[in-house]
C-alpha cells in the first residue's frame, strides 16, 4: 500500500484530498503545514507527497526545494496542488522540483491519475 503525504492548510481541501486517496486504496498521512511536513519528512519516507504551495512559511515551494536538495527524500514525487494556475505558478513549480502540477479546483480524476501515473501503479 502507498503512503501519500498530504500537505495543505485547508482543513476542507486536506480532508477531500486525503478522503480521494483513502478511496483509492491508498494510506494518507496529512499534515496542515510545512513546518510539520518537514517534521514528518525527517522521520518518515511516504511515496508521494501532495503539497500546496500557499501556506505560512515556508511556502509550498520552499518545502518542495528542502525535499530535493535532501539525499533521503529528493527521489519522492510531488504533485504541486495549488490555486495558483497561471503558467509563472506552474514554471516555479517545476523549478523547485514538482514531478506535477495541479491547480485547484480540479477534477477527482485528474488527481487520481496523476497520483497514479507517479507510483507507477
Known sequence: MSTILVVEDST????????????????????????EALKYLKANTPDLVVLDIVMPNPNGYDVCRKMKAHPRTKDIPVIMCSCKGEEFDRYWGMKVGADAYIAKPFHPDEMINAVRQLLVL
Request: hydrophobic share 40%.
Open 12 to 35: 476542507s481541501q486536506r480532508e477531500m484530498i486525503a478522503n480521494l486517496l483513502r478511496n483509492q486504496g491508498m494510506q494518507v498521512v496529512a499534515t496542515r503545514s510545512g513546518v
